[in-house]
């Protein structure tokens, strides 16, 4: 029973520490890939700024990303976003080996608990006979509640493991979709600016008088 109740507590805690984490206000700020574009567009998007995005929340960090390398093209900049984001995923998805662990071995470890309960009480079957049913009961009850014990851990963390798995795919689908937004913007202003240094300029030149017949 103390390695069970040792995974409910381990199971519990990182429950908590998953939901007060994987908020969506903390992971994706509403409206910030709009902030960052007011900053862009006037000019405000300086190291401090850019410094504050990258602390501010896992989709700062990858829209600081693209934005550090937007210059270097579209391919270098998708390339700095993917890095950091396999970074920010892997810190989302912490924990969750650990709390998915605990599902798959509670079960087992209520098993082991009741195979070893039950020799128990057929060894007092051997020594003492059978005489005393109310003995055996006892014994086989007790036997059975490591098994009750470990499936009662074991729900709930299967259970959330499988939860926050999901929630964790829904947030990198709408990081992912806000870094595009992201990397269209800034490279469609890149060629415009392009387009407008090297459109040929057309000279007007006088045209002259004609001759008469």
Known sequence: MLP????????AAICIERFWTLRTEQ????????????WIRNNELDGRRIKELKA??????ILAAGISNHRRGREQMKEA???????VVHEMERYLN????VAAITPLLGLLGTVIGMIKVFTAIRLEGTGNAAVLAGGISEALIT?????????PSLFFYRYFQRRVDELVITMEQEALKLVEVLNSDRNAERADKTEPRIRLEPVPNGTGP
């Open 4 to 11: 069970i109740i040792l995974c409910s507590i381990i199971a």
């Open 27 to 38: 992971i994706v700020p509403k409206n910030l890939l709009a902030q960052v574009w007011g």
């Open 56 to 61: 501010g929340s896992p989709l700062g960090q």
């Open 81 to 87: 976003i993917e890095e950091v984001a396999n970074h």
């Open 98 to 101: 650990a709390l998915g662990t």
């Open 147 to 155: 098994t009750a014990a470990g499936l009662t851990v074991a729900i």
